[in-house]
């Protein structure tokens, strides 16, 4: 499919210094790469968004833990043991 856009002179020129870089090949790789980068974005924005509903559902369950001194201090303590292991980091605690 063939679409036509117009662009400011200022993002113009941004496309033709990426191309000119050597990164790209030509104007249609920079944009479908800004495009690949948008939709990762979404992506992450909604898989964030899940996790903080989930979250809002379990304490509305009572499910929460008071935030006090030695609940971060259990949280911080768990995280550098995990850490040690060289296991794969929860992707939940990832940014």
């Keep these: 499919m063939t679409m036509h856009v117009n ?3 200022e993002m113009e020129g941004f496309i033709k210094e990426k191309v000119s870089s050597g990164f790209y090949g030509n104007a249609t790789e920079v ?3 800004a495009i690949r980068r ?5 992506s992450r924005v909604a898989s964030w ?4 509903a989930a ?4 304490l509305d369950r009572g499910e929460g833990i ?7 201090n259990d949280i911080t303590q ?10 794969p980091m929860n992707k939940d605690v990832l940014p």
């Design 7 to 9: 662009l400011s002179p």
């Design 31 to 33: 944009i479908r790469d």
């Design 38 to 42: 948008m939709q990762a974005e979404e």
């Design 49 to 52: 968004r899940a996790a903080i």
């Design 55 to 58: 979250g809002d559902a379990q």
């Design 66 to 72: 008071a935030y006090t001194l030695e609940a971060m």
């Design 78 to 87: 768990s995280a550098i043991s995990a850490m040690h292991t060289r296991l």
